[in-house]
């Protein structure tokens, strides 16, 4: 609920009146230059709307995706890096809009956890398969009474 | 009145699933046959309990009885009859409903076709579908309850989510659900046989149809709701690691590995324990999917029932059942010990590795999900985890899956060489570095994707042909269609996973997209099309406002399609949509979006070529025709000790 608020807050403070929502990417958006235009979508897909549920700037009709798309062309065209329009934005409105968690201090874990798990997965599956292969054959020992029998068979009995 | 006797025969049916859930238990323990029987009438009652509980909720629907505030709250008159009906899931209360009914579906039909089980491992488990029963059963009496009458019924309901209006949406819940609660099955038994101390090849050979119809049910479900965002979210995208999307992935995957460690079970006697705990956390999955879908705690675009208080019961029945049957397992699982003896290079070794893969994938998916709740938890860290990140750490393991996949399922049982299970997938390893070449001459330089994705698709098709004909051995292509039908199920499902690869890869690779404001019957070039917008007029529903625009496409002067997107506004719910216009086309989709009227004339509008769309759920549902073709396998038929028919496809009837 604090989200949410904090984000309605959010679209006041920069959008100012709320605009009808339209689609996505507008005609009036997009940039001259193909290259920049390119790393502008590029850098949208990475960004979360921060008031929509799980959409990117890119996908969103949201009056805020819009100004943020609008942001990222700003500074692109102003000779920004991606990284440094990509930190000017999360500076503003936090790791939230960040789909592409950092790898950093406990986020850490979050990118380790999938090849960690891999590896001691491997690792038992290798120790299981080893010993399948070590696994004692499936006969086991006869017991007396069978070797008797056995026996008498084979003596033509 | 009607609601009423719905609500009642819900109640009755909580009351058979508690007598289910003790009596033949006790039953099966003490040896006392009668008390084992019982469970299949009362699994019989339960169904028609609940279907006169589920048919009394549509009637309410159907006929806009207002009175009962779930029917208020989700439909109005004007709604056309298949989203008044489909309306009945279309909600927390009802769907919970549905789950509900298709458990005491499933339970039903393992008391119908069950009839070869021991008694007293049919008889436990009965008794566990039913204490899942239960749980629910409570969930929805106590917390979520559909039938609650309004003292003032109001003259109009507020109608369903235009966005959940829809032919395609109305089906993919019923199918995820067919799913999730079908490895309540794979649960079941796993529960049943920690309980009776014993698994072998004959349980496999029981558990393995359940998990597969599960499997083929959730296959259908997830592609059809990828498909719905498709056509339906208005850009075309069709996969979008949302927290809901991937709460029906994991149990998907988690039923991929099940469905071969099985194997291994049935024809080896190995990997019991494992299977035994992929079962249980595979249902487990779909339990967690459920919490996460009902609760909304992790945000998403799907939660449209927000509310803790079901969550943490929803969290409770999870701690019981996955809680309960890992205490089960720690105690029960040494008592399971392997009796196949194999090399680490045989189809044994290969299906513990497909099970590393699929596992760990599971895994990340997972963790990916739940890391925004654990990071805001223990670091306060409020963040998203999106597409960025699953793309880069799901993808590695499906790419060395489908590198091994054919060379594995080749490989013969015990023991085996590397070098001659290669042998046979020479023409195939050919044409797949055949067509890697056509991709990479075709896509101008950038790609590396299509490329990669590409080969190994073809790698995996052409892999599963090479195996077909291996089959066939010397008879040549005459013995091609008496091949036991497990081995065709295996090849069009692997074959099919193959052609999903492909389709993903090029789709991102190949896409154009073009937005721009276009002027009415001016034309504009998009790749090899021509397009131009005619007009755009007003096309009102019965329950909708629309614009509906006319764009004619033509390439080289020839028609290829006339497409009319629209831009909807439902009033009853203030809410704008947008109707993509799509041509279809085998090997690539036209996909056109209208935007607004321009203050200076002319429309915003969205073109995209999507080359291979189709093929991604044309893939996902060769997977499905595969799973179905080996479950009607004589060997199941026969397991099943039923001449009619094979237990799953009898539930595919429902």
């Given at each position: 609920m604090t989200r949410l608020l904090r984000g309605l807050l959010l679209v006041l403070a920069l959008a100012g009146p709320l605009s009808v929502p339209a689609f996505?990417?507008?005609?009036?958006?997009?940039?001259?230059?193909a290259g920049l235009e390119a790393r502008a979508r590029e850098i949208s897909r990475k960004l979360r709307c921060p008031v929509c549920q799980g959409e990117t700037i890119d996908d969103s009709n949201a009056a805020i995706s819009r100004d943020l798309r609008l942001y990222v062309r700003e500074r692109l065209v102003a000779g920004d890096t991606d990284p440094e329009v990509i930190d000017n934005v999360v500076d503003r409105f936090g790791e939230f809009v960040l789909f592409e968690p950092r790898a950093t201090g406990s986020g850490l874990i979050l990118w380790l956890a999938g090849p960690l798990m891999a590896l001691i997965a491997a690792l038992v599956a290798w120790r299981f398969l080893r010993s399948r292969d070590r696994a004692p054959t499936e006969t086991p020992a006869l017991d007396a009474a069978e070797k008797k029998r056995l026996d008498e068979i084979m003596r033509g009995g | 009145m009607i609601a009423e006797y719905g609500h009642f025969a819900l109640i009755l049916a909580f009351a058979v699933a508690v007598y289910q859930m003790t009596v033949p238990m006790v039953g099966a323990a003490k040896g006392w046959q009668g008390w084992m029987d019982s469970a299949r009438p009362a699994a019989l009652a339960q169904l028609l309990l609940m279907a006169i509980s589920f048919g009394a909720l549509t009637v309410a629907f159907v006929t806009s009885d207002f009175s009962v505030s779930l029917v208020y709250e989700n439909s109005h008159t004007s709604k056309p009859l298949i989203y008044k009906i489909s309306g009945v899931w279309g909600n927390h209360e009802g769907s919970m409903l549905l789950w509900v009914l298709i458990l005491a579906l499933f339970g039903s039909a393992a008391a119908l076709?069950?009839?070869?089980?021991?008694p007293s491992l049919r008889a436990r488990v009965l008794g566990v579908q039913a204490a899942v029963s239960v749980a629910f059963y409570a969930f929805i009496i106590f917390t979520s309850n559909p039938f609650w009458r309004m003292g003032n019924p109001p003259f109009d309901g507020r109608d369903l989510n235009p966005l959940l209006q829809d032919p395609g949406l109305a089906f993919h819940p019923p199918f995820l659900y067919l799913g999730y609660v079908g490895l309540s099955m794979a649960f079941s038994f796993a529960v049943a046989a920690l309980i009776e101390g014993r698994v072998d090849a004959a349980w496999a050979r029981w558990v393995r149809p359940w998990t597969l119809a599960a499997w083929i049910f959730l296959t259908i479900g997830i592609a059809l709701g990828s498909w719905w965002a498709y056509y339906?979210?208005?850009?075309?995208?069709?996969?979008?690691?949302?927290p809901v999307e991937n709460a029906s992935f994991m149990p998907w995957l988690l039923a991929a590995a099940l469905l071969h460690s099985a194997i291994v079970v049935e024809k080896r006697e190995a990997l019991k324990s494992w299977t035994i705990l992929l079962a249980i956390m595979a249902f487990g999955f779909s339990l967690i999917g459920t919490f996460i879908v009902r609760s909304g705690v992790i945000t998403s675009v799907h939660s449209f029932a927000n509310d803790p208080e079901r969550g943490v019961f929803i969290l409770a029945i999870l701690a019981v059942f996955i809680g309960g049957a890992l205490t089960l397992y720690a105690f029960r699982a040494s008592a399971m010990t392997a009796k196949g003896v194999f090399a680490p290079l045989s189809r044994e070794g290969a299906l513990v590795l497909n099970n590393v893969l699929l596992a760990v994938a599971a895994f990340v998916v997972f963790i990916g999900t739940i890391w925004p709740l654990v990071a805001e938890m223990f670091w306060g860290r409020v963040l998203s985890v999106g597409p960025p990140f699953f793309d880069q750490a799901f993808t590695p393991f499906m790419i060395v899956l489908a590198i091994v996949l054919p060379v594995g399922s080749l490989m013969p049982w015990k023991r085996a060489t590397l070098a001659r299970s290669l042998r046979p997938l020479r023409e195939a390893l050919v044409l797949a570095a055949a067509v890697m070449a056509l991709v990479f001459a075709v896509?101008?330089?950038?790609s590396a994707l299509a490329v990669i994705g590409a080969g190994l698709g073809s790698w995996l098709v052409f892999g599963a042909f090479s195996e077909l004909w291996l089959r066939t051995g010397s008879a040549g292509a005459g013995r091609l269609l008496r091949l036991p039908r497990a081995d065709w199920g295996k090849a069009v499902a692997h074959a099919g996973l193959g052609v999903t690869f492909v389709a993903v890869a090029l789709i991102q690779a190949w896409q154009i997209e073009d937005v721009r404001v276009a002027e009415v019957d001016q034309p504009f070039q998009i790749g090899p099309y021509q397009m131009v917008l005619r007009s755009v007029d007003r096309n009102d529903g019965p329950n909708y406002l629309a614009q509906r625009a006319v764009v004619e496409v033509t390439r080289d002067g020839r028609d290829v399609a006339t497409l009319y997107p629209e831009k909807r506004v439902y009033p009853v719910q203030g809410m704008p949509t947008t109707e993509a216009a799509i041509d279809y086309g085998f090997w690539r989709d036209l996909y056109v979006v209208l935007g607004d009227e321009q203050p200076d004339g002319g429309w915003a509008l969205r073109t995209y070529v999507k080359p291979f769309a189709n093929w991604i759920w044309g893939g996902a549902m060769l997977m499905a025709l595969g799973g179905l073709i080996s479950l009607t396998d004589r060997r199941y038929r026969v397991a099943a000790g039923a001449?009619?028919?094979a237990p799953t496809t009898a539930v595919a009837a429902e």
């Open positions: 996505a990417v507008q005609p009036d958006e997009v940039l001259e230059d | 076709f069950g009839g070869n089980l021991p339906e979210l208005g850009w075309g995208g069709f996969w979008f690691w949302d896509s101008t330089g950038h001449r009619r028919a």
